[in-house]
């Protein structure tokens, strides 16, 4: 996972030395898409020979990642923010056109599981509405998982109803939210899973933070099982590597993630 806050040509010269092929680019700041900087990053990847799976598109106004604010704060359930949010999707979705990227990834926030519920109905309409923007540029819409349990998020995708909607198969947020075991999800939605974070972490332990995460091996996930049934499922994308923390202790348990998934795979 790169980062588009930072410098793009160093983020991307990291992976190069990292030995990886191909990266998901985030970026949450719409002002950072532009033309100028598409040029950048394309020529960049070109020298690099580094391929960009997904643009992970964010958008504008308050975050809070946890149980008791987050419901209200992320992705395009809250009605307050939903139109923006919107338009910043659609920023993205441009960006990865610029760029020749095939998608945009991002969290929609934490579904409702009534489906009579005002905010379920306003994220379908939402997500349709972008969704239908990307499928006129030739784009898929992905799903990032875990903030909305597997059966909910298969009934979302069903109620959009485009034909490019597809998932990003988050399996450590599926923990670290405390919304399924991601090896069993694979059963309800597996599917429509285009991309998958090699990520782990631990369940919650109390009702109100996430759960941690943690390097890749000394989760939850069980990676022995998961890829197998990825590939059953006939999945044969990237595993984009995420640590969520930086420094040399990010550089060392990348390097620890590249080697445990080159020995399963």
Avoid at 4 to 23: A, D, H, N, W, Y
Avoid at 79 to 106: E, H, N, W, Y
């Amino acid at each position: 996972m790169l980062s588009q806050e930072r410098s793009p040509r160093e983020e991307i010269e990291k992976v190069r030395k990292l030995g990886l092929p191909t990266c998901q680019l985030a970026c949450w700041d719409p002002k950072l898409m532009g033309e100028g900087t598409a040029k950048e990053i394309e020529r960049t990847c070109r020298e690099s020979r580094l391929e960009i799976t997904t643009i992970w598109a964010g958008y504008t106004g308050r975050l809070v990642w946890n149980f008791v604010e987050g419901p209200k704060t992320i992705g395009l359930v809250p009605p307050d923010m939903r139109a923006q949010r919107v338009k910043d999707l659609k920023c993205g979705a441009d960006f990865a056109k610029r760029l020749a990227v095939r998608s945009i990834t991002t969290h929609v926030g934490f579904l409702p599981i009534d489906p009579g519920d005002e905010g379920y109905r306003g994220a379908v309409d939402a997500v349709r509405d972008v969704a239908q923007y990307c499928a006129k540029l030739g784009l898929g819409f992905n799903f990032e998982t875990g903030q909305e349990t597997p059966v909910t998020l298969l009934r979302c995708i069903e109620d959009v109803g485009t034909d490019n909607l597809g998932i990003n198969l988050d399996p450590a947020n599926l923990i670290l939210y405390g919304m399924a075991n991601p090896v069993d999800a694979l059963d309800v939605f597996g599917r429509y899973v285009r991309g998958v974070h090699a990520k782990d972490g631990e369940y919650p332990t109390n009702g109100r933070e996430l759960g941690k995460e943690k390097p890749l091996g000394q989760g939850k996930v069980n990676f022995e099982k998961l890829i197998p049934k990825l590939k059953g499922l006939g999945y044969a994308g990237a595993l984009t590597i995420e640590r969520e923390i930086g420094g040399e202790e990010q550089i060392r348990d990348i390097l620890m993630a590249k080697e445990i998934l080159e020995r399963l795979c």
